[in-house]
């Protein structure tokens, strides 16, 4: 069993000119003593991301598409499957992508 600390933040990045959103940067860091993450982690870490999705992203409609189809995935057992930390954030950002591709829109596990 693992015991993480997860915390979510978004950072919107400006162009050159200061005046136009480049894009969103969210990141969820999920750390632990253990690389494969339990139950408990994924069911936090998905739901941590989806709320914070739903409350930072630029576009309201598609924010709650993201949100919703994280969830829907969990509900129906998607992420039960014992998996290490770098295998989940890449399933997280497929299945982000799955609702609509956003480059800037990706999670990463973290190096610890």
């Known amino acids: 069993m693992m015991r993480s600390a ?3 933040a ?4 400006n ?3 200061g005046s136009v ?3 969103l940067v ?3 860091a999920f750390s632990a003593g253990a690389q494969e993450l339990d139950s408990a982690a994924r069911r936090a870490i998905v739901e ?3 709320d914070s999705v739903s409350k930072i992203y630029v576009f309201p409609e598609l924010a709650d598409r993201y949100a919703a189809a994280l969830r829907e995935h969990l509900a129906k057992g998607e992420y039960d499957a014992p998996i290490d930390a770098n295998a989940f954030a890449d ?3 497929s299945d982000l992508h799955a609702v609509k591709v ?6 990463i596990a973290p190096n610890d």
């Open 48 to 50: 941590s991301l989806a």
């Open 26 to 28: 969210l990141s969820c």
């Open 102 to 107: 956003d480059k800037h829109l990706r999670v």
């Open 6 to 8: 997860i915390r979510c």
């Open 21 to 23: 959103a480049a894009g």
């Open 10 to 13: 978004a950072t919107v990045l």
């Open 91 to 93: 399933r997280l950002t």
């Open 15 to 17: 162009s050159l000119k």
